[in-house]
C-alpha cells in the first residue's frame, strides 16, 4: 500500500493565508512566540501540528 507523504510544517505564507493574517502581525506573533515555529538558517518553519492545534483547523482542511 502506498501512504501520503503529509508535510511536517508550513512556510510562513501558507499559515499567514490559513489565517488571514497580514504579514506584519503574523511575523510579530512568530518573533513573541505567540506562534510557534523552527528557524533554519534564515528559513522560518511553522510546525503543522502545533499549528492546526492552535488555530483549532481540522485535518485535511489544508492540503500540502
Not at 488571514?20 to 528557524?39: C, H, L, M, Q
Request: net charge positive; aromatic share 10%.
Amino acid at each position: 500500500t502506498t501512504e501520503k507523504c503529509q508535510r511536517l510544517t508550513y512556510s510562513p505564507k501558507e499559515a499567514m493565508e490559513m489565517i488571514t493574517a497580514s504579514k506584519n502581525w503574523f511575523y510579530e506573533a512568530v518573533k513573541r512566540g505567540d506562534i510557534p515555529s523552527v528557524k533554519i538558517g534564515n528559513k522560518i518553519l511553522i510546525p503543522r501540528k502545533s499549528f492546526d492545534e492552535m488555530f483549532e483547523i481540522s485535518p485535511g482542511s489544508h492540503q500540502g
